[in-house]
T-cell receptor, first 111, second 118 residues
């Protein structure tokens, strides 16, 4: 799986958009970008994934650059409950495989 | 909404003792994973099951760790003997069969078992 690079930590004001970047410059054509988050003392939770088009669901939006070498997860109106570690994971669509987690970005939403 | 169940939530043991963790995946989920998460790091795979068969246990320290999923439903992870370095969160996750997930490959995680070895 391609390697990802994320900032160690970020702060965001409550009610503002949180933009979490991820670099995946070695991504291959058949690899998807997945985002998971882990709230303190809980298991990771799936947020969103995409291949090359931008994606949006009820939790977040995913913006993937045209060259697919980086992406941004957007939480449009961050709340205190969004404080968590966010993991960007790149992996091919080849069936059921384990996730390879990096260290992620620790997002602190400030009141 | 269905959830992955794990027990116990917390376990404190002394080194050289045996410990066991239990996981009950979401009903119908054929794939089950055990991950270990050391404080401050992301989870790392220990073992992956497809039904009752082990698909990947390359990162499982087999001299002391064992895992089973005898009937292809719930699973047990055992450590014997426990060492100080085994202190970590042990996470279980499951995935539905291919083609039935609402995403390409979404894994559903349980709350984890936090192990402290003294």
């Amino acid at each position: 799986d391609a390697k990802t690079t994320q900032p160690t930590s970020m702060d965001c004001a409550e009610g503002r958009a949180a933009n979490l970047p991820c670099n995946h410059s070695t991504i291959s054509g058949n690899e998807y970008v997945y985002w998971y988050r882990q709230i303190h003392s809980q298991g990771p939770q799936y947020i969103i994934h995409g291949l090359k088009n931008n994606e949006t669901n009820e939790m977040a939006s995913l913006i993937i650059t045209e060259d697919r070498k980086s992406s941004t997860l957007i939480l449009p109106h961050a709340t205190l409950r969004d404080t968590a570690v966010y993991y960007c994971i790149v992996r091919p669509d080849t069936g059921r495989r384990a996730l390879t987690f990096g260290s992620g970005t620790r997002l602190q939403v400030q009141p | 909404e269905a959830e992955v169940a794990q027990s116990p939530r917390y376990k404190i043991t002394e080194k050289s003792q045996a410990v066991a963790f239990w996981c009950d995946p979401i009903s119908g989920h054929a794939t089950l994973y055990w991950y270990r998460q050391i404080l401050g790091q992301g989870p790392e795979l220990l073992v992956q099951f497809q039904d009752e068969s082990v698909v990947d246990d390359s990162q499982l320290p087999k001299d002391r760790f064992s895992a089973e999923r005898l009937k292809g439903v719930d699973s047990t992870l055992k450590i014997q003997p426990a060492e100080l370095g085994d202190s970590a969160m042990y996470l279980c996750a499951s995935s539905p069969p291919s083609g039935r997930a609402r995403s390409v490959d979404e894994q559903f995680f349980g709350p984890g078992t936090r192990l402290t070895v003294l």
